[in-house]
Every structure is written in structure tokens, then in C-alpha cells.
């Protein structure tokens, strides 16, 4: 059995990553490096916004947090993954990043569009990436860590908010990086 890889935070082992889904993750961004001439660039920057968000897995919560050294709260996970794939500094809070962009149906969402929820009795209290086939990453409260979700998990489909799209938008590809992911055995990936 391949030995796993794990994250440090502060000195301390936070997230266990099978080989096997590293090597994944490198197919998938030479699969998305593919898709970045013509109409399918929005393709591209949307699966690099994904798999951006996919590689701070385990990552824990802190609140006001925006680097992975420290750890993140919902809002400094996107700012981070926005910044450092399209060099877009985003508002700080998830209400404000709620009102820039594109907004986009729930049917038409495309990897690397942001989805918004309420969760704290107030609109877009609460951000994640959507990396395709029903499933966003985010970083969900404290205690916790990044991780993946659902949208149709009872929990967040009851607090859907809406969704926005900052990257070019394309035709949807083949096979989006939760499509090619979705039957990874780790608990991070199946949001437990």
C-alpha cells in the first residue's frame, strides 16, 4: 500500500493524502493544461481554480485566516485560491465576494464558480469553490477543516444561497475533477 502524504501545520500532521490521489490530481491538471486553447480557456482557469482549492484539503479552520501556513476561514480559502490562479484580489468577506462576479444558475455551475450559503441567518454567509459533479471545497467552521461537501447534502442544499462565476465561462468538460475524484476513499473527500 502506497504511503500516504501528509500536510504540516504549525508542526503537526493534519491531513493524510493517499498517493494515489496525488497522482490523480497531476492527471487532472495536465487533462485541464489540454483544455486551455479557444473556447474551452474558461474550462481550464475553472479546473485550476478546483484543483487549487483540492490541494488545501485538511487545512484547518481559523477565522480571518487566508494562508494555508495559518489556516483559513470560507472567505480567505477562496481569496487565496483566486489570488494565486488568477492574480484577482476578491472582497474579504463571503457577503461581499457574494456580490461581485457573475451570478450563475445552479444547473449551469462549472468548476471554479463560487457557491454561497446561509448559514448564519444572513445571505452569502458562507463560500466554497464548486470542483464539479454536485461537490464544492470550503472551509467549513471552526474546528474544522477544508474540506469536501455535497451541495444536495441535507445541510447545505436546505442553506443554498446562490452561485457566482469570476472565471471565463466555457463548455462544461468531459470530466470535471470531482467526476474524476468521486470515488476516492478519504474521508476529507466524502466530507466527513
Known amino acids: 500500500m502506497p504511503s500516504p502524504i501528509t500536510h504540516s501545520w504549525n508542526g503537526r500532521r493534519v491531513a493524510r493524502i493517499g498517493a494515489?490521489?496525488?497522482?490523480?490530481?497531476?492527471?487532472?491538471?495536465?487533462?485541464?493544461?489540454?483544455?486551455?486553447?479557444?473556447?474551452?480557456?474558461?474550462?481550464?482557469?475553472?479546473?485550476?481554480?478546483?484543483?487549487?482549492a483540492l490541494a488545501y484539503l485538511g487545512v484547518p479552520y481559523r477565522y480571518g485566516g487566508d494562508d494555508p501556513s495559518r489556516g483559513f476561514d470560507c472567505s480567505g480559502l477562496v481569496r487565496h485560491v483566486f489570488r494565486d490562479a488568477l492574480g484577482v484580489e476578491l472582497p474579504r468577506r463571503s457577503d461581499e465576494i457574494g456580490r461581485a462576479g457573475r451570478a450563475v444558475e445552479r444547473e449551469?455551475?462549472?468548476?471554479?464558480?463560487?457557491?454561497?450559503?446561509?448559514?448564519?441567518?444572513?445571505?452569502?454567509?458562507?463560500?466554497?469553490?464548486?470542483?464539479?459533479?454536485?461537490?464544492f471545497v470550503h472551509a467549513p467552521a471552526r474546528r474544522g477543516q477544508v474540506r469536501v461537501n455535497a451541495l444536495d447534502e441535507r445541510y447545505w442544499s436546505a442553506r443554498f444561497d446562490g452561485a457566482r462565476r469570476f472565471a471565463p465561462a466555457a463548455e462544461p468538460v468531459a470530466a470535471t475533477p470531482a467526476q474524476q475524484l468521486r470515488d476516492i476513499d478519504d474521508p476529507l473527500w466524502r466530507g466527513q
Open 20 to 52: 494515489g490521489v496525488v497522482a490523480l490530481l497531476s492527471a487532472l491538471a495536465c487533462t485541464a493544461l489540454r483544455a486551455q486553447t479557444g473556447d474551452e480557456r474558461g474550462a481550464f482557469v475553472g479546473s485550476d481554480i478546483a484543483l487549487r
Open 108 to 135: 449551469r455551475l462549472q468548476p471554479g464558480d463560487l457557491v454561497f450559503f446561509n448559514t448564519l441567518g444572513r445571505a452569502f454567509s458562507h463560500v466554497g469553490i464548486y470542483i464539479g459533479d454536485g461537490r
